[in-house]
């Protein structure tokens, strides 16, 4: 999926990142939270530029990065990620 979207809507786009943190969640399933956070950073960084500081997929990748921060036992970094979700 991720290579046909890259290659029909590019790598600026929401779908895009929402297929990033989709794969971050799986990951994250895996145990390997450090690809999981890669991934959600990822996707992050383009709904930043593509979607409005509200929409609820950036307040869900912030979700998604603090409970791989929790998992990781850094609990500061989550409590970040969850704070920035609720914003």
Same mark, same amino acid.
């Given at each position: &999926? $991720? #290579?046909?979207?890259?290659? !029909?809507?590019? @790598? #600026?786009? +929401?779908?895009? +990142?929402?297929?990033?943190? /989709?794969?971050?969640? !799986?990951?994250?399933?895996?145990g390997?939270?450090?690809? &999981?956070? #890669? %991934?959600c950073?990822?996707? $992050?960084?383009? #709904?930043? @530029?593509? %979607?409005?500081?509200?929409?609820? /997929?950036? =307040? &869900?990748? *912030?979700n /998604?990065?603090?409970? +791989? *921060?929790?998992r990781?036992? @850094? *609990?500061?970094k +989550?409590?970040?990620? *969850? @704070?920035? =979700?609720?914003?």
């Amino acid at each position: &999926a $991720l #290579q046909i979207q890259l290659a !029909t809507l590019g @790598e #600026q786009h +929401a779908d895009t +990142a929402t297929t990033y943190c /989709n794969m971050g969640s !799986t990951y994250h399933s895996k145990g390997d939270y450090s690809k &999981a956070l #890669q %991934l959600c950073g990822k996707a $992050l960084k383009i #709904q930043l @530029e593509t %979607l409005d500081e509200q929409h609820p /997929n950036i =307040a &869900a990748t *912030y979700n /998604n990065m603090g409970r +791989a *921060y929790n998992r990781r036992r @850094e *609990y500061d970094k +989550a409590l970040q990620m *969850y @704070e920035k =979700a609720l914003q």
